[in-house]
């Protein structure tokens, strides 16, 4: 019979239908003088119910196992490594087959006795599976190579698997489990799902080793993800790997993050704002220097009751195939005569192309699609949790490695153009540039991906869902477009309604961009008393340091002239002249020197 060690939070023994499976139990923890205290009187009961439904995952695969119960945890799925090593080592002495090990120890580096605990399965033939991090941080023993990592992907099919070569983390498969009416998630879960089909293969045949195993379950895998991982200490390193274009990973990566792919058919598109402010800051910025296609910006100052009679007939607006408008839904449902209106339903009739910003106005032209039989090709990113699901294909490509550079403000208008300036300056000394914008608008501005933080739909995530959804973009835009350096920033100081504070929104967004230095752009406007207090928020929320002050307007206001002498003993200030870009360059390769 299969020998499983299983290295967990216990077995409860009232509710684990397989409990005359489990062959022996011994609980494990370090006393206070620092050594490991072997028992088999104390309690292994799991209080947890993690080790529980590790248990029952894998007899579920395979009820031909002996388990090897080995507590090592009580409250939370985590561990000392000397209580680790020394589960390993018990489960080796106990010549088990298989060892599942649903925690990790969160660390950039492998410790010495770990390592060398998973060395001696390794050579022993014994299989090794651990979960990797829920919290795309490197972790062991899931990253060692000499052991099968294991992460959550959310596939609807729970059963259906992902082999990702070249990577620490090779198998990636649904986390969801249900036991007894509840709902467990993560890689934990993952994890034991694999340990069941490897515990099939090992009792259909006992001479199976490591890359025999390897082999089955990339045989049995339903895709290849061209996913290569980068990690550099002294002990060992991952090279990056090539894959074709046919990817599910790189396909998903082209859709939502080359900008110039999604606008490929645009060859001329004309910017209608409606009076909506989120289009404000594209009024000194040159479009077409940052795009390949034609592009127009129309007045802002349309009324609802004084569209332009003449929108569809001058000779300015006879070629342009698609639009991007503001929001207009008023436009159409509460005057449906109006010129506007008409001369979107014209539009419409005409198969022209719409980008819009909401969900109220992409309903609307939705509806008019159908009305009119139109093909009409109506383009709005929705960011919801379906979405999420689908990032999560991102979630174990590796960490961040280049440098995230956020703006901030503190009321200054033109904060998004000078992000987009910044990213031209960048482009001009030929640094692979990418940019996150968090408005809705970025693909106007040649942004790889948009977060806009007061849309509709991320407004239904939650705080944790915001982080994966930025985290796992990040990741996607490096593996996709490999760049130098990728900024981002908030769209002003975008206080909460007590005015008193950031507002949650932008704290997590620049909590999940995790920039590693912040440019603040001020105004003349602005006393120290603001800056300072928005600037620790700031500062709290990214967890990194002021690179530079950039300061709008001429400074011939001695109160603004005294607020720069005293921003410049936090960090450098420059002003919008002549000399701007040089400058900018300056400072910034001052600080990452």
């Not at 467990?184 to 879960?189: A, D, L, P, R």
Request: aromatic share 12%.
């Amino acid at each position: 019979m299969l020998k499983v060690g299983i290295i967990d939070s216990g077995i409860d023994f009232s509710i684990f239908n397989a409990k005359d499976k489990v062959a022996r139990s011994i609980r494990m923890f370090k006393a206070q003088d620092n050594v490991v205290v072997h028992s088999v009187e104390e309690d292994v009961n799991d209080y947890l119910g993690h080790g529980t439904v590790c248990a029952d995952i894998i007899a579920s695969y395979d009820k031909n196992i002996e388990i090897y119960n080995a507590k090592i945890f009580d409250e939370h799925p985590k561990s000392d490594e000397d209580v680790l090593v020394e589960a390993i080592r018990w489960c080796l002495k106990n010549d088990v087959d298989l060892i599942n090990v649903s925690l990790g120890i969160e660390s950039q580096y492998m410790g010495d006795k770990l390592q060398q605990a998973c060395s001696e399965a390794y050579d022993k033939g014994v299989i090794l599976v651990a979960a990797s991090s829920n919290h795309n941080k490197v972790s062991f023993p899931a990253y060692y190579p000499k052991v099968i990592g294991v992460g959550d992907l959310g596939f609807e099919n729970a059963n259906r698997f992902v082999f990702v070569p070249n990577s620490p983390i090779q198998i990636l498969i649904n986390g969801d489990y249900k036991f007894l009416g509840e709902n467990y998630v993560g890689s934990s879960f993952s994890a034991p799902k694999v340990s069941g089909m490897i515990a099939q293969f090992l009792n259909a045949n006992k001479t199976l080793g490591f890359t025999d195993v390897i082999d089955m379950l990339r045989s049995k895998s339903h895709a290849f993800h061209g996913i290569g991982a980068l990690i550099e200490n002294e002990e060992y390193t991952y090279e990056e790997s090539y894959f074709p274009e046919t990817t599910i990973i790189k396909k998903t990566a082209a859709k939502y993050f080359d900008c110039q792919s999604n606008t490929k058919k645009t060859q001329n598109i004309i910017v209608l704002p409606l009076n909506e402010k989120s289009f404000e800051f594209m009024i000194d910025i040159n479009l077409e220097e940052l795009n390949s296609f034609k592009i127009q910006k129309e007045e802002a100052s349309f009324e609802m009751y004084n569209a332009p009679s003449s929108f569809l007939n001058d000779d300015k607006h006879k070629t342009f195939d698609t639009l991007a408008i503001g929001r207009m839904t008023n436009y159409l449902t509460f005057n449906p005569d109006n010129y506007m209106s008409a001369n979107i339903q014209e539009l419409i009739k005409k198969n022209k192309t719409f980008l819009v910003y909401d969900l109220a106005t992409k309903k609307k032209l939705e509806y008019l699609k159908s009305k009119f039989n139109s093909d009409s090709n109506i383009k709005y990113l929705k960011l919801d949790k379906e979405l999420l699901k689908e990032f999560t294909l991102f979630k174990h490509l590796p960490s961040i490695k280049i440098p995230v550079i956020a703006f901030v403000g503190f009321g200054a208008s033109k904060i998004i153009s000078k992000q987009i300036e910044f990213c031209q300056i960048l482009r001009k000394l030929n640094y692979n540039t990418q940019y996150v914008s968090s408005v809705a608008q970025g693909n106007l501005v040649g942004a790889a991906f948009s977060f806009p933080l007061f849309d509709f739909s991320t407004n239904t995530l939650n705080s944790n869902e915001r982080r994966e959804f930025i985290s796992n973009a990040l990741r996607g835009i490096q593996y996709y477009h490999d760049p130098d350096i990728i900024v981002s920033g908030l769209p002003d100081k975008m206080s909460d309604n007590s005015k008193k504070n950031i507002s949650s929104e932008a704290f997590n967004f620049l909590e999940s961009l995790k920039p590693d230095a912040l440019i603040a752009v001020i105004n003349e406007d602005n006393s120290y008393q603001e800056v300072y207090e928005y600037l620790n928020v700031y500062k709290s929320a990214s967890g990194c340091p002021v690179m530079l002050f950039i300061v709008e307007g001429k400074s011939k206001n001695i109160e603004h002239l005294e607020l720069c002498k005293k921003l410049e003993e936090i960090a450098p200030v420059i002003f919008c002249n002549s000399k701007y870009e040089t400058e900018i360059m300056d400072k910034v390769f001052q600080f990452f020197a």
